[in-house]
């Protein structure tokens, strides 16, 4: 499959303190878990989407709360992450 080879090659490993991913991870699942959620699959993606209970618009979007999940579980996200200039920076 063309498209999983092309994700695979944008697949970072990042490491963190193990109870703050639980904590996120737990936090994330609790959401799931009490509402429910109508998950959409992306045959391009190869990926499930949910919704999430916040409007999506430009100041609350999938590159902000990935910042944010990442700055929760303690990684350095540098600048203003709006749009998807992402960089991974080996430390």
Do not use: C
Request: net charge negative; proline share 3%.
């Amino acid at each position: 499959m063309k498209a999983l080879s092309y994700l695979a090659s944008d697949v970072y490993r990042l490491e963190a303190e193990a109870t703050k991913v639980q904590a996120l991870q737990e936090r994330l699942d609790a959401y799931f878990d009490e509402e429910e959620v109508e998950i959409t699959f992306s045959e391009l993606r190869q990926m499930d989407f949910v919704p999430y209970p916040k409007r999506y618009w430009l100041l609350h979007q999938s590159n902000l709360k990935t910042a944010e999940w990442l700055r929760e579980m303690g990684l350095d996200v540098s600048g203003y992450p709006l749009w998807s200039t992402w960089v991974v920076v080996e430390r």
